[in-house]
């Protein structure tokens, strides 16, 4: 009996789909107009709870009064705090929707990699954050309190105060990051681990810099503290280089 078959069993052919450009386009739209809804959403919930986050920022400081220079002006550092609480907790959701962004098109030793990196960063910044709120902003007030507490009063601008925290408690996020670049930079062949170990009398140097630009006030404790934080962050990522590379 003869059959007539155009299946070939031997062979598998695989058929690779890949989505148009334009498809493309669309989901990365369709995920941003997520992101931008829950941002919303945490931010509109962050304002229902703002006293209790007003009085978590105010926990660091004790003997201290705010008040407001303008009838408006704790309205908006309210609106401020809320906006930047939802952008916080919805970082997450921001990391996740980026990853399944991502996914499809990274190789399986990239996912090894890239993903890693994305959530040790996530983690990094809320160590930031935490480090900056129980060790920065503590040391960084007190400071100057011998200097006036015997002839003047403590009564501060709510809106500065706030403004001093934002500028110290993201700048301190960014400067947490540093192992993700470190890590980033041997992976891809621009600085070997041995080059970045040789380096340490600049790096010493560098974070010095750093801990004075980045922190709002002048004290030297609190620029101390975050040159030391740096430094351990720095070669801490080299070890871990270094682990990855051997």
């Known amino acids: ?21 334009s498809e493309h386009i669309e989901e990365l739209r369709q995920r941003i107009f997520l992101v931008f ?10 304002f229902i709870e703002v006293k209790s986050l007003v009085k978590i920022l105010e926990l660091p400081i004790n003997n201290v009064k705010f008040f407001q220079l303008s009838p408006g002006e704790y309205f908006i550092s309210t609106i401020k705090i809320s906006f930047y609480t939802g952008l916080l907790f919805s970082s997450p959701f921001i990391i996740g929707q980026l990853i ?15 993903l890693p990196l994305l959530l040790s960063s996530l983690l990094l910044f809320g160590l930031g954050l935490a480090f900056s ?12 309190f011998p200097f006036f507490e015997e002839v003047l009063e403590p009564f501060w601008s709510f809106d500065q105060y706030f403004e001093f ?26 600085v070997s681990p041995k080059q970045m170990l040789s380096a340490w009398r600049y790096v010493i140097l560098v ?3 750093l801990g004075a630009i980045l922190t709002p006030s002048t004290d030297p404790l609190t620029q101390l503290l ?21």
């Open 1 to 21: 009996m003869a059959t007539n078959s155009n299946f070939n069993f031997t062979k598998n052919s695989i058929i690779t789909l890949e989505l148009p450009f």
């Open 37 to 46: 809804g829950i941002i919303l959403l945490l931010t509109c919930l962050s």
């Open 100 to 114: 399944l962004f991502l996914i499809p098109g990274l190789t399986k030793k990239e996912t090894k990699i890239i």
């Open 133 to 144: 709120y129980y060790a920065l902003i503590p040391s960084s007030f007190p400071f100057f």
């Open 165 to 190: 925290i934002l500028v110290l408690f993201y700048s301190t996020g960014l400067a947490f990051q540093i192992p993700i670049l470190q890590i980033l930079i041997g992976l891809l062949n621009i």
């Open 207 to 209: 974070s010095t810099v």
């Open 226 to 246: 975050l040159s030391f934080a740096i430094l351990l962050l720095y070669f801490s990522g080299l070890g871990i280089l270094f682990l990855i590379k051997n």
